[in-house]
């Protein structure tokens, strides 16, 4: 993914000289095939819910290509040790304190590389992303309290950077979804 479109860039930038600036964008659905009573189907997919992987890159002419990665539409939930406590309130404040609640959120994650060097971006790339689950959900056997949703956004952010050496910026979005019975 990383490769071609850094590959776009340096064909633009090097084919036309009149070519100031070039940015790409490449996305990497993950589609799988279906699978019956074990047997693969032959032309049948589902599209799997990892996550879409992304990436950019960008060039202007006399400076830096510049590489970003991410994920984007990974889903994930931890339905106990999760609470929405410890928070500032005020007269605008409306929402009571609590220590158990589901947590699920839709992630949007970009990331930049500093110099691109000889990297292995499918290797990098599943290392943020296991970076990302491991700090969501913390060990399997006991899990991690997290007491909000800032808290968790915080975790992920710091494990990533502190895990992964060749990411200069991080960004996170988590999108809150409400699973609340009505």
Not at 16 to 25: M, N
Not at 104 to 126: A, M, P, Q, T, V
Request: aromatic fraction near 14%.
């Amino acid at each position: 993914c990383k490769q071609f479109a850094i590959d776009i860039c340096k064909h633009f930038m090097t084919t036309f000289c009149q070519v100031a600036y070039v940015k790409t964008y490449v996305q990497e659905v993950p589609w799988k095939r279906l699978h019956e009573n074990g047997i693969p189907h032959i032309h049948a997919f589902i599209c799997a819910p990892d996550g879409i992987r992304f990436c950019e890159a960008e060039q202007c002419r006399n400076g830096p290509l510049v590489v970003y990665a991410g994920i984007k539409d990974l889903k994930l939930m931890k339905t106990t040790q999760s609470g929405f406590e410890g928070f500032y309130k005020n007269e605008h404040t409306t929402l009571p304190e609590r220590n158990d609640r589901i947590l699920c959120g839709e992630l949007f994650c970009k990331w930049s590389y500093g110099e691109c060097k000889d990297f292995d971006f499918d290797c990098i790339w599943n290392q943020i992303r296991e970076c990302i689950l491991e700090a969501f959900s913390g060990p399997p056997d006991s899990g991690e309290y997290s007491p909000s949703y800032q808290k968790t956004v915080n975790c992920i952010q710091m494990h990533v950077l502190s895990k992964v050496s060749q990411v200069s910026s991080f960004l996170l979005l988590v999108f809150y979804l409400n699973n609340s019975a009505f």
